[in-house]
């Protein structure tokens, strides 16, 4: 059975920092694109970041610059720095497997980044 773990989250200021991670289990994350995505209260998930199988990485608007996202294939793990983060950034933060622009994976439980001003 596939499953996303995400975690790392938390309450942080305005202008803090916070590594969120994300593990899966029964799914190898090495093949793939994966992507961290975004939910906040009343609006619809947003790609966040994405890091392709070889180390690429693109970022939506409102993350370049202040967003990192990483992957270590041998660990089957992927990571967001998050750094200068802002009230607009409070979400629940998902990561998947991308495949033609599509998270195929079931959605883990996400993780909570609240940001107060």
């Known amino acids: 059975q596939v499953q996303l773990v995400e975690s790392g989250g938390g309450l942080v200021q305005a202008g803090g920092s916070l590594r969120l991670s994300c593990a899966a289990s029964g799914s190898r994350l090495s093949l793939n694109t994966v992507g961290w995505y975004r939910q906040a209260p009343g609006k619809q998930r947003e790609l966040v970041a994405r890091?392709?199988?070889?180390?690429?990485?693109d970022y939506s608007d409102s993350a370049k610059g202040r967003f990192a996202i990483s992957r270590d294939n041998a660990k089957n793990m992927v990571w967001l720095q998050m750094n200068s983060l802002k009230p607009e950034d409070t979400a629940v933060y998902y990561c998947?497997?991308?495949?033609?622009?599509?998270?195929?994976?079931?959605w883990g439980q996400g993780t909570l980044v609240t940001v107060s001003s």
């Open positions: 998947n497997k991308v495949v033609m622009n599509v998270p195929i994976l079931p």
């Open positions: 890091v392709t199988s070889a180390g690429n990485t």
